[in-house]
Structures are given as C-alpha cells and as structure tokens.
Nanobody
Framework: VQLTESGGGLVQPGASLRLSCTAT?????????MAWFRQAPGNEREFVVA??????SYADSVKGRFTISRDNAKNTVYLQMNSLKPEDTAVYYC?????????????????????WGQGTQVTVSS
C-alpha cells in the first residue's frame, strides 16, 4: 500500500487548507483505519486525528478546527483545516492501518500504524 499526500502550502493565519491522501495498492481501502499525524522541526511526530467507520478522535489542539473525512470510492482521506494558526506549521503525514483494527487507545502512537505517506508541508505565517 502506498499513500500519497497533497494539498500543503504556505497560508496566512486564519486561512484554510484541505489535505488529501490517496491510497494505491489496495482494493480494501474502505476497511482501513486512517489517520493524520504531524511533525514540526525539532518535535516528535504527533497525533492529529484518526477515523474508523463513523468514529473519529481529534487531538485537543485541533478539535473544532480540523475535520477528517474519506471517500472510499476514490481511496482518499481528507483533512480540512480551518482557522489555521502558526503552531499548526508542520509536515503532515497520512497513516493507514488494515484490519485487524487497532483498539482506539492505540491510535495515538505513530508506531502502531502500518503505512505512511511521504508528508506534505503546511506553513502558517503572516
């Protein structure tokens, strides 16, 4: 399975961006748990959001501003990011995990996810 992110860029504080992550090499994308993580320079990779079916979990830092969604027909997961802040600046990574499903408490540890994209840079600056 290969994951390819797109949609990053340089935006001003308060702006919006939508990231996309498309999976190839699988015909069972709809059964995968999907997540977004991010990593700022000098920091560890941190959890942003994950979803399984209709269940989602967001980091407190993005709750109410970011929304994850997926289009299984396109093998794609999205991250809509609104009201962006300078502290959102990071490389954003898409992650996927096939069945058997992770227990929810395992979502937050990047080591538990099997597949990763190459990342897309998001920079929020005036």
């Amino acid at each position: 399975v290969q994951l390819t992110e797109s949609g990053g860029g340089l935006v001003q504080p308060g702006a919006s961006l939508r990231l996309s992550c498309t999976a190839t090499g699988t015909t069972t994308f709809s059964t995968y748990q999907m997540a977004w993580f991010r990593q700022a320079p000098g920091n560890e990779r941190e959890f942003v959001v994950a979803m399984r079916g209709g269940s989602t979990s967001y980091a407190d830092s993005v709750k109410g501003r970011f929304t994850i969604s997926r289009d299984n027909a396109k093998n794609t997961v999205y991250l809509q990011m609104n009201s962006l802040k300078p502290e959102d600046t990071a490389v954003y990574y898409c992650a996927a995990d096939p069945p058997p499903l992770l227990i929810r408490s395992s979502w937050y540890d990047s080591a538990n996810w099997d597949y990763w994209g190459q990342g897309t840079q998001v920079t929020v600056s005036s």
